[in-house]
């Protein structure tokens, strides 16, 4: 069974920090790309950042860079990607989705995603 399971969300204020967990399992995961996308209220779901699995090249928004950064700890079954968010803005506010997807980083940036989580909640206080 394939499960893509977040962690981490919740309410911080503007300037904290939050780390986001995903483990992945099911699949062979260390062979697939992964990142994360959000979803604000009323805005459609954009992408936030990725890792690739065969280069751990990071892909991230440009208006993301210097704040968010990802990376991957691959084991036997499972894998678990991270998200750390540093200097929180209300802006940020929104679902993240843990993502994983084949292919290219360019069609994974364009949501072609293989599996989904479930998502989890960020909220930044002003």
């Known amino acids: 069974q394939v499960q893509l399971v977040e962690s981490g969300g919740g309410l911080v204020q503007a300037g904290g920090s939050l780390r986001l967990s995903c483990v992945a399992s099911?699949?062979?995961?260390?062979?697939?790309?992964m990142g994360w996308f959000r979803q604000a209220p009323g805005k459609e779901r954009e992408f936030v950042t990725a890792?690739?699995?065969?280069?751990?090249?990071?892909?991230?928004a440009d208006s993301l860079k210097g704040r968010f950064t990802i990376s991957r700890d691959n084991a036997e079954n499972t894998v678990t990607v991270y998200l750390q968010m540093n200097s929180l803005k209300p802006e940020d506010t929104a679902v993240y989705y843990c993502?994983?997807?084949?292919?290219?980083?360019?069609?994974?940036?364009?949501?072609?995603?293989?599996?989904w989580g479930q998502g989890t909640q960020v909220t930044v206080s002003s």
């Open positions: 993502a994983a997807a084949r292919g290219t980083a360019a069609q994974f940036m364009k949501g072609e995603v293989n599996y």
């Open positions: 099911g699949r062979a995961f260390s062979t697939y790309n």
């Open positions: 890792i690739s699995w065969i280069t751990s090249v990071r892909y991230t």
